[in-house]
């Protein structure tokens, strides 16, 4: 993990440019990677998605800022800033509704 402070609010305005200016509408930055946990923040720009992908073992997706939809086959969930999901144990993807920038928490083995 690092052992300095992240200012988050500068971070995500910094990845919210960025992703509005690359072809994939994405951008990203792992702010913490240790043995046991490793978390990023992910902008996104507005309609950008993340495909389905497996689900890691333990999860947790925290809106920084704006409204995204996280989607599994069978449910969804619409989430908005400050608001924190337990990412479901399957496969599942992430839509941004508006710019957004979320802050993904995985538990590692």
């Known amino acids: 993990m690092t052992d300095t402070g992240v200012r988050l609010e500068a971070l995500v305005a910094e990845l919210l440019e ?33 495909a389905d992908h497996d689900a890691p073992a333990a999860a947790t997706l925290q809106v920084l800022t704006g409204r995204v939809r996280v989607h599994t086959d069978d449910r969804e969930w619409i989430l908005e800033t400050g608001e924190l999901l337990s990412l479901p144990p399957q496969r599942h993807g992430l839509d941004a509704l508006t710019d957004a920038a979320v802050l993904l928490t995985v538990a590692l083995r």
């Open 18 to 50: 960025q992703a509005r200016g690359h072809h994939s509408q994405r951008a990203a930055r792992t702010i913490a990677s240790g043995t046991s946990l490793r978390a990023t923040v992910i902008a996104l720009a507005s309609g950008a998605a993340v």
